[in-house]
């Protein structure tokens, strides 16, 4: 079966601190891989998908950038972060008409 | 407009009663539809999924698809105080196979 993992699960970062989310997804080969970010109170914001390795589409210009170093590997960085980046953070993955999230990353910006 | 919009609620139901929560979407030739559940501090689990017009049952969940009013709701049937959760409606888009849109979700209290 299918599996998506994403750490680390929480973390708290400084303003201005770089930032590295990661997720992996086990169990299918090729799936199309999502960025989300939930703000407190508020719906699923796209923030970047990728239909296979080196493909990335954005939907959010912001100083967010993701790379898809691997087939099943999706990575979410920031060179320098902002208060407002503070969120939710879901990795998902798609292998047709159906999206299934991983666990979730909590950031702080402090 | 928003792609696909819930109200927000709160809802609150007793225990044993029916929830209904509904969406709604804007884009006409979108073809697949679902309902995840999210509990606070988690993420979002699929629960249903339909594609055709009609009804869907699965245990107490029921979906409901009517395309041509561009509407879908959920029921939940008996609800349990372990259904208070936050519920998301989601749409594959039409154009391109790789996009799902998210409503806001309805917060749903099932009160014992």
């Known amino acids: 079966s299918q599996t998506i993992h994403q750490w680390p699960a929480t973390l708290v970062q400084p303003v201005g601190s770089p930032l590295s989310l990661e997720c992996t997804v086990e169990g299918t080969s090729n799936p199309n891989l999502y960025w989300y970010r939930q703000a407190a109170g508020r719906g699923l914001q796209l923030l970047f998908y990728?239909?296979?390795?080196?493909?990335i589409s954005s939907e959010v210009p912001q100083n967010l950038s993701a790379s898809r170093p691997q087939d099943r590997q999706f990575i979410l960085s920031s060179k320098k972060l902002l208060l407002s980046d503070s969120g939710f953070y879901l990795c998902a993955w798609s292998s047709g008409n159906t999206i299934y999230f991983g666990e979730g990353s909590w950031l702080t910006v402090v | 407009q928003k792609e696909v919009e819930q109200n927000s609620g709160p809802l609150s139901v007793p225990e044993g009663a029916i929830a209904s929560l509904n969406c709604t979407y804007s884009d006409r030739g979108s073809q697949s539809f679902f309902w995840y559940r999210q509990y606070s501090g988690k993420s979002p689990e699929l629960i249903m999924s339909i594609y055709s017009n009609g009804d869907k049952e699965d245990g107490r969940f029921t979906a409901q698809l009517n395309k041509a009013s561009q509407y879908v709701s959920l029921l939940i049937r008996d609800s349990q105080p372990s259904d208070s959760a936050t519920y998301l409606c989601?749409?594959?888009?039409?154009?391109?196979?790789?996009?799902?849109?998210f409503g806001t979700g309805t917060s749903l209290t099932v009160i014992p």
């Open positions: 989601a749409v594959n888009g039409a154009n391109t196979g790789n996009q799902f849109y």
């Open positions: 990728s239909v296979g390795i080196g493909q």
